[in-house]
């Protein structure tokens, strides 16, 4: 079964810390990659999303992402966050051609202290 | 465009009563989707409609969970004779169709369950 992995469970980072979130997924063929984000006391929000094209893609609020196929990750990353921030991570794939469903990692909670 | 909403937001019951949630998908979107959360998880699939049909189940759908769209446009999920183990967040999204591929997924609130 598909399957994927979100390599930390809790990020701690002060303000203006560069970020880096790992998601791996397994799966041989072609996706479509997600990163969720849910701030306190709000519904999941999409960050980001990669179909095709540059395998690198801008997000909101200064969030990227980028696909490495041969090494079937879709890391996220800031250059500098914000206490605004603090929120979980969800890192999640599609598989084209196959049931129309978000597989999800088990999420990164992510604090910033200011 | 108002967002996916849902009810209720919260439910308390006792085991072995039946529950339901209802969903409602921003207006034009065909596809809808059932999710589960657990605490410390990501959101887990559960079934799937586009439209009025329902194209796909989750094996965590037990016999005792059934989800209509009946008009292809609101959706309700229903759990008979809940367990403590139902508690969970019960999300919904929806998604437009888009020919040949896959769109963004956009969520609910979610409505939480507690089964005492």
């Known amino acids: 079964a598909q399957s994927v992995s979100q390599h930390n469970h809790h990020v701690i980072l002060s303000e203006a810390a560069s970020l880096e979130l790992g998601c791996n997924y397994s799966?041989?063929?072609?996706?479509?990659l997600f990163w969720y984000v849910q701030y306190p006391g709000q519904h999941l929000q999409l960050l980001l999303k990669y179909f095709s094209g540059d395998p690198l893609v801008k997000g909101i609020k200064g969030f990227e992402a980028e696909f490495i196929k041969s090494k079937f990750s879709f890391n996220l990353r800031k250059p500098s966050v914000q206490w605004s921030d603090t929120a979980e991570y969800f890192c999640?794939?599609?598989?084209?051609?196959?049931?129309?469903?978000?597989?999800f990692g088990q999420g990164t909670r992510l604090t910033i202290n200011p | 465009d108002t967002g996916v909403s849902q009810n209720p937001r919260h439910k308390i019951t006792k085991r072995g009563q039946n529950v339901t949630f209802r969903c409602d998908p921003i207006s034009e979107h065909n596809r809808l989707y059932w999710y589960r959360q657990t605490l410390g998880q990501g959101p887990e699939f559960l079934t799937y409609?586009?439209?009025?049909?329902?194209?796909?189940k989750s094996r965590l759908l037990s016999d005792r969970f059934s989800a209509e769209r009946p008009k292809g446009s609101f959706s309700t999920l229903e759990i008979q004779r809940t367990e403590q183990g139902d508690s969970a967040m019960y999300l919904c999204?929806?998604?437009?169709?888009?020919?040949?591929?896959?769109?963004?997924?956009?969520f609910g609130p979610g409505t939480r369950l507690t089964v005492l």
């Open positions: 799966y041989g063929g072609t996706v479509n």
């Open positions: 409609f586009q439209n009025e049909a329902q194209l796909e």
């Open positions: 999640a794939v599609i598989i084209i051609q196959g049931a129309q469903k978000l597989v």
């Open positions: 999204a929806s998604s437009p169709e888009r020919t040949g591929g896959t769109d963004t997924q956009y």
